[in-house]
């Protein structure tokens, strides 16, 4: 319970930093804050033994960690985090169907929101690889695995076969490197079960777009785990990058083409989207902080973890994305969060690392701490003692050590691990009276009334109005979806209704791969009862006050027009899946989707620059009303639009700042 007198602190991300800020904080604040932790997962992940629950060696449950025991007397939100109102020190949360997490006063923001995978940065790489951050990924890696074997073991066909048993991981940092060593290591010694496949073996391939492996650790070291994995028939290429990923192939940068049925992807982040639209100063997504982690501009903004650029004032270098110097930093804010609201003087991030220390698969290991250096069992062994020391929690480490011990006398389980889930469009029964869809909660769903009837309702000063009512054939849901809007209105049943439900992935993939689907459906809307012209005319009068330069946001990050497609390919991906913008001098040139470069084929990329990918961008003028942009996203089916003056570009608007517009000229109208 808070009072008056207590301080608002609100931690958002729930990672080594996000936690160890947030405990921090309470322990020596105690009834002096209310401290706040939020994130969109109720747990934590232990990312560095990600590749061994992938291996079969740990049990996936062993490796998070519930947030609310493992932050004990800190508040926890598991909200997804919708916006930063840095005006008004408060932090949105998206609602849903069933709730709607109250938004959050500030006095001191903790900004832990680490980075967002990003697979897109290698064309076909999120449609055919396999990212390795989550416990579902790994789950996934293990899955394709053991599957590409069973199919390898029915196949007759050299080539499919060899396709099935080549596996491609794709950056070689410590995620890449102990993912391929243990992936490597799950197929050769499951090949022992197959009889089909006595007279082969797996193919793993490293491909590392750095000239050696591992690059935080020294290059004896380097060169040492290198050697390893090519003993066990591992195949590193250096300095060489992914070009492109396709159902049956990668192809590389050096021309190289490797047919296989399994690409994982270690590479590709973006940042946060919060972040970019937070008004918070940042470089290429990462936040830019003083060297007491405070965001640039802001008293009572703090930066840490991946999210931030922080400078560790040892040696003057970035801090690398790593748990020990995550934690470090949590530490260190929350100490200087006490300072700042004790007055006292704050002191720079500055931090020793204990040491780096890499798996590398059959017992084998390499840890590098200052100018000691462990290798092969022994170095497995202090590896392993590593990682127990810093895994949260007593009970984690107990069961994680029973799992290394049992891996040590009993063979490792090939089975793949796949429960059994409902179709992705799947059916959904109501009663009358009970409600499908909530007025105001965020749209995560497109319906279609197979059975029953529905009412769609509003609410209204006086009570609630029915405003239409649908049967058989009838859907809904595809407002919120195709604006980015929370819903509008409640959908209830009316008779005992069925429904099939598309979940928002689908709808958003079905609307981009079917032409004119998006504007089909916008076309196809309930019939609103008499009684409503009124309203919305004054509803358009409302929204014809608003014009571009009321609503656009801040411009896209431009690049010159003689810029390589490489430096095209780092800014669409600090730009987090928004376009970038091309100048020619002062003047705006167009700008280059992400989509585009992901459809384009191969040859069409090499060598180009910013100039020739550019696409002619759909523009308007600072003063147009938003009706007419309004029936321009509506009936040319837009995503972006510029907002040019005299050649210069002034900003952007998306059909969300659109629909924003229309809900504000709506409750006025109301």
């Not at 080539?159 to 060593?181: K, Y």
């Not at 411009?555 to 600090?574: H, I, M, N």
């Amino acid at each position: 319970m808070t009072t008056e007198e207590q301080l608002e602190i609100v931690v958002l991300g729930a990672g080594f930093a996000g936690t160890e800020c947030a405990n921090r904080l309470h322990r020596v604040l105690g009834r002096r804050a209310h401290v706040v932790l939020a994130d969109q997962m109720n747990y934590m992940v232990f990312h560095p033994l990600l590749p061994e629950v992938a291996a079969g060696t740990i049990h996936a449950q062993h490796v998070i960690n519930p947030i609310r025991s493992l932050c004990p007397g800190v508040d926890f939100d598991c909200a997804d985090i919708e916006s930063i109102d840095l005006a008004n020190r408060v932090v949105h949360f998206k609602a849903t169907d069933l709730s709607a997490p109250p938004s959050r006063r500030y006095d001191h923001l903790v900004v832990a929101m680490g980075l967002v995978p990003n697979m897109g940065i290698v064309p076909g790489m999120s449609a055919h690889g396999l990212p390795m951050k989550t416990v579902g990924d790994a789950f996934a890696v293990r899955n394709q695995v053991l599957g590409n074997l069973e199919h390898a073991a029915n196949t007759t066909d050299p080539a499919l076969r060899r396709e099935l048993l080549t596996i491609v991981t794709v950056g070689a940092g410590f995620s890449g490197v102990e993912t391929c060593a243990e992936v490597h290591d799950l197929a050769t010694f499951s090949l022992r079960y197959f009889p089909e496949l006595a007279n082969e073996r797996i193919h793993s391939v490293l491909v590392s777009a750095t000239p050696r492996i591992l690059p935080a650790l020294s290059e004896t070291a380097s060169a040492h785990a290198q050697k390893a994995l090519e003993h066990r028939n591992v195949v590193v290429k250096l300095s060489c990058r992914a070009k492109s990923v396709t159902p049956t192939a990668i192809f590389l940068g050096d021309g190289d083409e490797i047919p296989t049925r399994t690409v994982v992807g270690t590479i590709g982040n973006r940042p946060h989207p919060v972040i970019i639209q937070s008004g918070l100063d940042h470089d290429r997504g990462r936040l830019t902080v003083d060297a007491f982690m405070r965001c640039t501009g802001h008293e009572n903004v703090w930066g840490i973890g991946d999210c931030a650029l922080i400078t560790n004032a040892l040696d003057g270098e970035l801090a690398p994305p790593t748990a020990q110097f995550a934690s470090r930093e949590g530490a260190q804010c929350a100490d200087n969060v006490i300072a700042a609201i004790d007055g006292k003087e704050l002191k720079p991030f500055s931090f020793k690392p204990k040491g780096y220390a890499a798996s590398l698969g059959h017992m084998d290991a390499i840890v590098e701490s200052g100018r000691l250096r462990f290798t092969g069992f022994f170095g497995w062994l202090v590896w392993r003692f590593m990682y127990l020391t810093i895994l949260p929690g007593w009970l984690r480490r107990a069961r994680v050590l029973v799992d290394w011990v049992f891996d040590l006398v009993f063979p490792r389980d090939i089975c793949q691990l796949m429960p059994g889930t409902s179709d992705r469009i799947g059916s959904q029964h109501y009663q009358p009276g009970q409600t499908v869809v909530e007025e105001g909660a965020d749209g995560d769903a497109f319906f279609l009334i197979e059975t029953g009837e529905v009412e769609i309702v509003q609410r209204r000063a006086g009570g609630e109005q029915v405003l239409a009512r649908l049967g058989p054939g009838a859907h809904f849901g595809e407002e919120s979806l195709l604006t980015g809007a929370r819903r509008n209105a409640t959908v209830r049943a009316v008779q005992p209704t069925d429904v099939r439900v598309v979940t928002r992935e689908d709808f958003a993939l079905l609307t981009s791969r079917v032409g004119g689907l998006s504007n089909l459906l916008r076309q196809v809307k309930p019939t609103p009862e008499a009684g409503d012209e009124a309203r919305e005319r004054k509803r358009h009068d409302a929204l014809r006050q608003d014009t571009a330069r009321t609503r656009m946001r801040p411009p896209p990050t431009t690049v010159p027009d003689d810029s390589p497609v490489d430096a095209v390919l780092e800014a669409l991906e600090a730009a987090g899946g928004q376009p970038v913008a091309v100048s020619n001098g002062a003047a705006f040139a167009g700008w280059i989707d992400p989509a585009v470069l992901i459809d384009a084929p191969q040859t069409a990329l090499e060598g180009r620059t910013a100039g020739a990918l550019a696409a002619r961008a759909p523009c308007c003028a600072p003063e147009d009303d938003l009706t007419e942009i309004a029936e321009r996203f509506y009936r040319e089916d837009l995503r972006w639009m510029a907002v040019v003056e005299d050649g210069a570009l002034l900003g952007m608007l998306t059909p969300i700042d659109v629909a924003r517009a229309r809900l504000t000229a709506e409750r006025a109208a109301s």
